[in-house]
């Protein structure tokens, strides 16, 4: 096996174990000790892959953020309303089920993103991407939409956030279904049927 897929292996690996290390124990509380130790590696290993605690939360996020943005993808393949509703309440329903751990870790890296500069641009770099994307896809498929793409790929966003807070609290309050409807409402009705 050569050098760099080595590398890429360990990093995997790395991502796979903090995944689990900070799901557990939460992103202030874990360690790289820990991390390194559940991937079956040195601390040393951790540094040369990532540039401290923050750049692994850093590479998960984009990790998570990836498989997001396949996620959009397939929602702007969608060419009627009654079908953006349909995917919606699929992904929602597997993000309520799956993505209780990874949101709650979210939120703790984000409260420590608003007091941390650095922390904080890179944090609004990556929502400034996811925002871009989903502002493209509604450009893409609602022309008569009462607001700009931007405005509403914003909106989209703080609006999952907020139901994803709710349903932590109070499960029955927010079901994929509500979800997947609200989503579209706000886009406008969502895909046209071109």
Known sequence: M????RRARTRQRLLDAATEVFARRGFHAATLDEVAEAAGHTKGAVYSNFAGKNGLFLALLDRHLDD???????????RTSAE?????????????TSGTAFGLLMLEFWLYAARDAEAKAALADRYRRMRDR?????????????RSPDEAATLVLALD???????????????????????????GGGATSR
């Open 2 to 5: 050569r050098q760099a897929e």
């Open 68 to 78: 997001q943005l396949a996620q959009v993808e397939q929602l702007a393949a969608t």
């Open 84 to 96: 953006l509703r349909a995917n919606l309440a699929v992904s929602a329903k597997e993000q309520m």
């Open 134 to 146: 989903l502002a493209s896809v509604i450009a893409d498929h609602d022309t008569d939409a009462p």
């Open 161 to 187: 956030a907020g139901l994803f807070l709710q349903h932590i609290v109070d499960p029955d309050s927010v079901t994929a279904e509500l979800r997947a409807t609200a989503i579209a409402e706000l886009v």
